[in-house]
């Protein structure tokens, strides 16, 4: 009845206001769904993105103690091991710092030290022989670092320790064509298998970063 009393131009009017209300609708769902698409795509993008920084961008040491504490023996220095952390994170932009040491239950709170500063700590199981404590962490650190090459694509590997018997641990990061760096706590008594394993523009000795890692 409404409609009858309306002239033709008042009903195309309202026809084209309805159209007109109904198109703001799907402008405005069109918008919602673009948006949507938008913020998936860029949500991908950044898990991707991420993905690729944590698991192909790895960059691991590896932290040979024992040889590090014959270093300090020796050389009658003292390592900071907090100073020593920041130093590996902010010149090489480690993201993981693993540690092998023997365990023994009276130091443990030596041990607590190094986790609080955020080391991996891997124990080593000690055997006495002839009354003498013996341990061996070389196959630890190898087995690891191989682990870790083929199953996270890592991006950098620094070894810490001037044993020869890490020279195939070398060879095969060379192989991978892995980046590498080799910090060796002796510059005296280094392994001349390891030296001859490192390219001398990936090794660098602990003495000539002494004031960046040495107690006050």
């Known amino acids: 009845?409404?409609?009858?009393?309306?002239?033709?131009?008042?009903?195309?009017?309202?026809?084209?206001?309805?159209?007109?209300?109904?198109?703001?609708?799907?402008l405005i769902a069109?918008?919602?769904?673009?948006l949507?698409?938008?913020y998936s795509t860029f949500a991908s993008f950044l898990h991707n993105f991420v993905y690729f920084c944590v698991i192909y961008l790895m960059r691991i040491a590896y932290i040979d103690f024992q040889n590090i504490k014959l270093w300090i023996r020796e050389l009658g220095r003292e390592i900071d091991r907090k100073r020593f952390f920041v130093y590996l994170t902010m010149k090489y932009k480690i993201h993981?710092?693993?540690?092998?040491i023997w365990y023994?239950?009276?130091?443990?709170?030596?041990?607590?030290?190094l986790m609080s500063y955020w080391y991996i700590v891997f124990f080593k199981k000690t055997i006495e022989i002839d009354g003498k404590i013996k341990w061996n962490v070389d196959t630890a650190i190898m087995r690891h670092a191989v682990q870790d090459v083929y199953i996270q694509n890592i991006s950098l590997c620094l070894l810490?320790?001037?044993d020869g018997d890490f020279d195939e641990l070398i060879y095969a990061?060379?192989?991978k064509w892995i980046q590498y760096k080799v910090l060796i706590?002796?510059?005296?008594?280094?392994?001349?298998?390891?030296?001859?394993?490192?390219?001398?523009?990936?090794r660098q000795f602990l003495h000539t970063i002494q004031n960046y890692i040495q107690k006050n």
């Not at 033709?8 to 007109?20: K, N, R």
């Not at 023994?104 to 030290?113: C, I, P, R, V």
């Open 1 to 26: 009845m409404v409609l009858k009393n309306l002239s033709i131009v008042e009903v195309l009017f309202l026809i084209l206001l309805l159209l007109g209300t109904i198109l703001i609708y799907l």
């Open 30 to 34: 069109a918008r919602i769904v673009c």
């Open 36 to 38: 949507s698409y938008i």
């Open 96 to 100: 993981h710092i693993k540690i092998y």
């Open 104 to 113: 023994l239950s009276k130091n443990q709170e030596f041990y607590d030290e």
């Open 160 to 162: 810490v320790s001037g």
């Open 173 to 175: 990061w060379q192989q």
């Open 185 to 202: 706590p002796n510059h005296k008594k280094s392994s001349q298998l390891l030296l001859d394993a490192t390219v001398v523009s990936q």
